[in-house]
């Protein structure tokens, strides 16, 4: 597998009535079950780990989400599994062109799990993997994902500091 590159509830509607408003449910009231999107799975592992080397959590980034995805998506339809494209263009251009502005970056991929805990699991045995994850310089994250041909899936995550 490629290593790592590095760089430096929504409440419920009231129901209608025509007696006094009732109060809005409080913060605490239990969201509906829904369940969590494996990209929240996958940073809520890395950042239980973060928590216990005295990093702060790593923020999902709806802009690193998109190049994140874009990449797992390109890797199942072109069936490469590399940070590079076939046409050589890595973490740092697909970032950029989704708009993170950046001053530091790192990438993950893995391929064929299945299940968040089962890549946590396979970057934590890596030491450039784990590095990305673990350092605390990063303040924001997303996954991509998309169906491995091979089976499982192809999982993207890109770390970043904003600048």
Request: proline share 11%.
């Amino acid at each position: 597998m490629p290593g790592p590159q590095t760089v430096a509830l929504d409440a419920p509607a009231p129901s209608p009535s025509t007696a006094a408003p009732s109060p809005s449910p409080s913060p605490s009231a239990s969201p509906s079950p829904t369940p969590r999107s494996a990209e929240k799975q996958l940073v809520d592992l890395i950042n239980a780990e973060r928590a216990k080397r005295g990093c702060r959590g790593l923020r999902i980034d709806a802009k690193l989400h998109t190049a994140a995805q874009r990449h797992s998506e390109d890797m199942a339809a072109r069936r490469y599994f590399d940070h590079d494209d076939p046409a050589g263009r890595g973490p740092e251009s697909r970032i950029d062109a989704a708009g993170y502005q950046w001053r530091a970056w790192g990438e993950n991929i893995d391929q064929r799990r299945k299940a968040p805990a089962d890549v946590f699991d396979d970057w934590m045995d890596d030491s450039y993997h784990q590095q990305n994850m673990l350092d605390c310089r990063y303040l924001d994250a997303a996954v991509g994902t998309a169906p491995d041909p091979a089976g499982g899936l192809l999982w993207t995550l890109d770390v970043g500091t904003p600048v």
